[in-house]
Each structure stands twice: as C-alpha cells, then as structure tokens.
C-alpha cells in the first residue's frame, strides 16, 4: 500500500499518523505546510525551528497560505488568519487530486481533502479521512444553548458552515473514517453514519513527566489551559468559581471572546510557550478542562503526563481516560454547578487529590503514542475496502 496523505497541519496527531504510515511501509508523500527534515537548509532558522521533523519523510510542504496566515494571526486578524488557512487546506487538497495517479489511495483530514477523495473513488482507490472533531451537529446544539446564554461569549461562533459542507461530502464520499476518540465516533453514529464505516483510536499520551517538587499552599491552583472561548466551556468555569472559596484560577491561552479582567482568584494570563507550560503543569493542583465539545483534548493528555488530575467534560474525547476519584474526575458539559462540585471535593480532600497524582502519571503511561500509532496500522489492515 501507498498513501498519499494529505493535512495542513502537522501538529503532533498528524505527525504520528504519518509515522504509522511509515513503519508499515506505506507512506508514499506527505502534502502539508510549512515542515522541514532537520537536513534542510530551512531548519537553521529561527522561524522553522518548532516545524523541523526529527524523522525523514517524504514530505512535500507548501509555504505561501501557511505564512500569509501566520502574518495575519500575529496582526490580530483572526478572520484573515482563517480564511488564509483554508485557502491553504484548498491549495493542498487540489496538489493532492493531481498525484493521486502516483499512489494507491489518499488519507486525509476532515474538511481538507473533499476534492483528493472524490478522485480517489473515480480511480478506484482507497480513501481515508480522520475526524478530530465531533459532528458539528453536536457542536452546533451546545453553542446554540450556550450562545443563548453567554451572548457576549458569542462572537464568530458561525464561521464553519462551509467546512462543515465538506465535512459532510467527506464522511459520504471516504471508505474508512478514522476518528481521534469514542466521542467522536459516537458523534458521528449519532448523525448517521454507518458504524461499520469509523474506527476509533484515541490519540497517544505524553510519556510520564518525573515528579517535581511542588509549592505547599493552602490555596488550591486550579489550572486551565487552551483557547478562551464558548466553545471551551470558559464561562461555566468561570461562574463555577463564584463563592467559592479557597481557591484560585489560572488561565493560560489565547483570548478570543468574553471577558479577560482578573481578579484576586481568577487570572488570565493569555498564550504561553510550550516549556512554560511545562512549569505551569507542576506548579498547579488540578486541571479542568470544561470543553462543550472537542473531539480529544490534549492538554488533559499532558497534564496527567505531569501527575496532575483532570476535571473533564465528558463532551470531550480525553474524558475516556478519565475515572472518578482515581485520577480526576467527570463532569457534565454546560454545568457549572458540576464544576464546582468537583472543584469543592478537591478542596475537602487535598490528601485524595494528592494520591491521585500517581495515578495520573500511570494513566499516560499506559496509553502513548507507539500504542496510537500500533493501532492506527491494525485498524488500516483490517478495514473491509471496497
């Protein structure tokens, strides 16, 4: 077998898939954006340094959208920034139909490769798409709710309806759908499709970060990481910290709507680097991640990697790993009064919530990346093509 696989991002789900591609052999080109291998000339400088490949694959990267996109998010321009990205995901998705002769199938992400599988099914090859989102029906449903009741928090919440039309054309047109979680699978069977047609593999864990020595505090730190939106649940967050005492808030990623003051409890300290985070994770006591729908979550994955309990919405995928009084704990989406149950039972039992910090670096020990990439390559092998 040789894919063509096709994706924008190269993130680290994306480099993974094309690693599994790549020890079963069968990695034919890799079209995305701006990547580098670390022999190339590229890699020295500054701006390419987080895009280089540690690995040698026969990537073939596409820079103009990637970078115009780049330009646009560091001015500000969240709605040139997107719609750079998804001329980009075009440019790509249109590479990719014109090489498929080359190759035995394409395998691609959601809303990026309608055009390379509509000419993979008029060849006769195989196609594959990841979904790494749940069904924007789901996503639509809370936001809607949610939008009702935070408006504020509402704005540019609609700017996917025409990636959801490629979304749809994908699941009809693709042989095999690949989704990152069992929310995400089950989104889908909700909405219709076939469950004979998905195969669920949850994305790969960070490895177990050794324990560091923490600062004794009455106070409780509690930590969000990611983007600052109705999407993420942040105002039910938010609102779960009203009166309640004895603990203290630190948000950490970019702030696209709502509010952003502080206060003496809850502080928001907008996008940080990586090795920042790194501290942030060790420093801190619990995480909560109160998404309204995502289809895994990775910083759940990296905080338990850190020996940090997670209170996760059960709407995101990364809620699989999570066991109530073990390692964190599961809370409704949409409930801030769950959130602050689960917050409060931290507060009342800081000794429970300190031996689940072992369990959380066991959680990510036993489901890595190698395990993702293992099953990625059983699910292709046994899939029935047609």
Known sequence: MNWLYVTAAHHEHARQVALALREDGALGAWLTGPLVTRHSILACLPGFQRRVLDEDLPIHPFYLWEGLRAVAAKCGMQAWADACWERGEWQIDRAARRKLEEHDGVMGFEHGCCLS?????????????????????????????????????????????????????????????????????????????????????PLGLPPPVDAQKRPVSDVLCVLYVGHVTLHKGVPYLLEAFRNLEGARLDLYGQIFTGTKHSSDRIHFHGAVDRDVLRNIYAQADVLVFPSLGDGFGQVVGEAL????????STNAGAAQFIRDGENGFRVSPA??????????????????????????????????????RRATREALHHFEWR
């Open 117 to 201: 599988i509509e000419t993979a099914n008029r060849l006769g090859k195989r196609s594959a798409v990841w979904f790494a989102s749940p069904h924007h029906a789901i996503r639509k449903r809370w936001l809607k709710d949610a939008a009702a009741r935070w408006p504020e928090w509402a704005h540019g919440i609609d700017r996917s309806a025409p990636r959801d039309e490629r979304r749809d054309r994908e699941i009809q047109l693709a042989q095999c759908i690949l989704s990152n979680s069992d929310f995400t699978r089950d989104s889908l069977v909700s909405a219709g499709v076939s469950p004979s047609k998905i195969r669920a593999i």
């Open 305 to 312: 990697a850190h020996g940090l309990p997670v209170i996760c």
């Open 335 to 372: 409930d801030s009064e769950a959130i602050r149950a689960a917050i409060q039972r931290c507060l009342d039992d800081r000794e429970g919530l300190e031996k689940m910090r072992g369990e959380a670096r066991a959680t990510a020990a036993r489901w890595s990346w190698k395990d993702f």
